[in-house]
């Protein structure tokens, strides 16, 4: 099976573990600070705080946040479920915005809608939550703009997007947000195996970030309220234990070496797929000018007259593992038990009916995807 994504690690990549592995700190070491220090150097942030997950990295953010029973979060309903997750941590209520049809991001005219309407009801939300689906960013500035009248603040779920630019600068520096947040998982475009990172420019929600990612607890003299001694620390408030271990961080130094070219390879590999696939009646993802993709997935949208469920099969029957991101969060039988039903989103519904994720890693060849698009063109054939 060619999958649909896959991490890439090298020997390099294993020296700089096994090199943790054989110093004195495996875990609250030095390669955490580095590891963040490096990762806020590149995405010209001032702060980054790594965490075990960037569902974890959500959760502190909203926290950070003041996000409570009392408040909303909006974010899209498609996305991974971490992404509304979040905000039900905190005991807030959850909404979405829908998103466009074409190139699967918060739609900026729904939002201003829903802006509109939620002013008129009473029931603004404290928090936005765009999600940039596959690797594009979402229209931040625009988003900003709609949202900053109402003092909503934003978190970017960059999950996808690392390495990605927006009007030619890096996503998570936070121009137009005030935390961004990415993955590290395996399948995302660098991997620490399990782990997250938020960038912020304000050092009051850098320093809550990370004090409630290790318990609530802080030994930074700025902090502290009284002084016992040298063997002092503070919990000052309810956290958790959402630390990121030395030998995570390690590969995830390593792995930011080869960010860059991970990126080009991705661009130059969906490039290849937008040529052969222009033959076909598939539609691959909009791509907006102001926006360089880290294309973390490569997304069609099948034609209306295509059997989706059947393409998909016969893909996998292919043995091309195609995926679907994503089911609209707020289908899943945990949303619906809290109000949401079939018809509350078009856009989002209308989307997963026709989406299709197709293989997308730096170790593609150009001879896979000949192979995944030849076999694309003779399913459609048979299909029609
Ligand atoms: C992967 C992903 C997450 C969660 O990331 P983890 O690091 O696995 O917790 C959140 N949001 C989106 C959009 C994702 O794709």
Request: proline share 4%; hydrophobic share 40%.
């Amino acid at each position: 099976m060619i999958p649909y994504g896959k991490q890439l690690i090298d020997q390099t990549d294993i020296d700089a573990v096994v090199a943790v592995l054989k110093s004195d700190f495996i875990t609250q070491g030095p390669a955490v600070a580095q590891f963040e220090e490096k990762l806020a150097s590149f995405t010209h942030s001032k702060f980054a705080v790594a965490a075990s997950n960037a569902t974890a990295c959500l959760h502190l953010a909203c926290l950070a946040l003041d996000v409570g029973p009392q408040d909303t979060v909006w974010t899209s309903p498609v996305s991974f479920v971490a992404s509304a997750n979040c905000a039900l941590y905190c005991g807030a209520k959850v909404d979405f915005v829908d998103i466009n049809l074409a190139d699967g991001l918060m739609c900026i005219k729904a939002l201003d809608k829903k802006l509109q309407w939620a002013k008129a009801n009473n029931c603004l939300p404290k928090v936005i939550i765009p999600v940039h689906l596959a690797g594009q960013s979402c229209d931040m500035q625009a988003i900003k703009n709609l949202t900053a009248p109402y003092n909503i603040k934003i978190i970017e779920d960059a999950s996808h997007a690392i390495g990605a630019k927006y009007q030619n600068s890096p996503v998570g520096n936070c121009q137009y947000s005030d935390i961004c947040v990415f993955s590290f998982h395996p399948v995302k475009i660098i991997t620490t195996g399990e782990g997250g990172i938020a960038t912020t420019n304000n050092a009051h929600l850098a320093n809550k970030i990370k004090q409630l990612g290790s318990h609530g607890v802080t030994r930074n003299p700025d902090l502290l309220t009284e002084d016992h001694g040298p063997w002092y620390y503070e919990q000052q408030a309810l956290g958790f234990n959402y630390r990121l271990t030395d030998i995570q961080a390690a590969l995830g130094i390593s792995q930011l070496d080869k960010l860059s070219a991970f990126i080009e390879k991705r661009n130059e590999l969906a490039d290849y797929y937008n040529t052969r696939l222009k033959q076909l009646a598939v539609t691959p993802l909009a791509q907006h000018s102001q926006c360089y993709s880290s294309y973390h997935l490569y997304v069609i949208q099948l034609p209306s007259n295509v059997d989706h469920r059947q393409c998909f099969e016969k893909l996998r029957q292919h043995k091309i593992g195609v995926n679907l991101h994503y089911i609209p969060i707020h289908l899943q039988p945990y949303y619906k038990k809290l109000g949401f039903q079939t018809g509350d989103f078009e856009n989002a519904e209308a989307y997963y009916k026709k989406a299709i994720t197709l293989p997308l890693h730096p170790n593609l060849t150009r001879s896979d995807i000949d192979y995944i698009c030849e076999t694309l063109a003779k399913i459609l054939s048979e299909n029609a």
